[in-house]
């Protein structure tokens, strides 16, 4: 696979366990809202590769990227020490399966994230191509402490008619109010079980999800993943796959960049 060397230019962490980090750009790399590539790092000379969802929208001159920090994982242990000027190996080769192109076109796409799944949906809401396909886009990020609500300041700031962010935290006692919501609701719940019992909707002031007018996409940990294929797929709602495009869409490629700190 061709790998270009590139520079960490910043690092940001979030919290103890959550960090961003941004890179120059290889020179003609393309890419689309939502993609993923392959990087690394070589420590003793072997490159350590990861698949990670790019952060940053396609105008942007650097790539920015967001991970957890697993004290003993190969890459992310070293990854949450680097320092501007080190290098750092990024594939040239992007894809992925949550751009707009692997839902159709519809009413409400709902993004559902847990912990650093929320990266693709933040380089898509930073673009306009999702706008242009849906009338409202509305974000659901669950993470299990505050300080792990990445991008939080970001999202709030492009709150509109046309898109709502919605954040939950599960396992930590809190007082934010979410800046969406119409009515009370448990926001110490995950967005998965909001969606399924119908709470996200009455919280947002929103017509059930229809899996006729409706798109999901889902980016988190593997248990939210399944749960909620699974759940979608009972009521209607068709995967996306070889054979066409459907009704919602799941990434699974970089699972192995999360851990159980993706609530």
């Known amino acids: 696979m061709p790998y270009s060397e590139q520079q960490i230019t910043s690092l940001h962490h979030w919290s103890d366990k959550t960090f961003s980090f941004t890179t120059t750009r290889p020179e003609g790399f393309e890419f689309r809202n939502g993609q993923f590539v392959t990087l690394g790092l070589r420590p003793e000379g072997k490159l350590i590769p990861r698949a990670y969802s790019i952060v940053s929208d396609p105008s942007s001159e650097e790539l920015e990227f967001l991970s957890i920090h697993v004290p003993d994982g190969d890459l992310t242990s070293r990854l949450a020490h680097v320092e501007p000027g080190d290098s750092i190996w990024i594939n040239t080769k992007v894809?992925?399966?949550?751009?707009?192109?692997?839902?159709?076109?519809?009413?409400?796409?709902?993004?559902?994230?847990?912990?650093?799944?929320?990266?693709?949906?933040?380089?898509?809401?930073?673009?306009d191509e999702v706008f242009e396909h849906f009338e409202?886009?509305?974000?659901?990020?669950?993470?299990?402490?505050?300080?792990?609500?990445?991008?939080?300041?970001?999202?709030?700031?492009?709150?509109?008619?046309?898109f709502r962010y919605m954040p939950t935290v599960t396992r930590?006692?809190?007082?934010?109010?979410?800046?969406?919501?119409?009515?009370?609701?448990?926001?110490?719940?995950?967005?998965?079980?909001?969606?399924r019992s119908g709470e996200l909707f009455r919280a947002l002031d929103l017509p059930p999800a229809d899996p006729e007018q409706d798109r999901v996409m889902l980016c988190g940990n593997p248990?939210?993943?399944?749960?909620?294929?699974?759940?979608?797929e009972e009521h209607g709602w068709v995967?996306?796959?070889?054979k066409?495009?459907?009704?919602?869409?799941?990434?699974?490629?970089?699972?192995?960049?999360?851990?159980?700190?993706?609530?």
Not at 100 to 116: C, I, K, N
Not at 138 to 147: A, F, K, Y
Not at 239 to 242: C, I, K, L, M, R
Request: charged content about 25%; aromatic content about 10%.
């Open 239 to 242: 995967q996306t796959s070889y």
């Open 136 to 162: 409202r886009v509305i974000l659901v990020h669950s993470v299990r402490t505050v300080e792990e609500l990445a991008y939080r300041e970001e999202l709030e700031a492009k709150i509109s008619d046309r």
């Open 172 to 195: 930590e006692d809190h007082d934010f109010a979410c800046p969406v919501a119409q009515q009370p609701f448990d926001n110490n719940q995950r967005g998965a079980e909001l969606f």
């Open 95 to 127: 894809t992925g399966s949550l751009t707009v192109d692997y839902v159709q076109p519809g009413r409400h796409l709902y993004m559902l994230a847990t912990g650093t799944g929320i990266a693709p949906f933040v380089s898509l809401v930073r673009g």
């Open 223 to 232: 248990a939210m993943n399944r749960e909620m294929s699974q759940w979608l």
């Open 244 to 263: 066409g495009t459907g009704t919602y869409t799941v990434e699974q490629a970089f699972v192995t960049t999360m851990d159980d700190a993706d609530d």
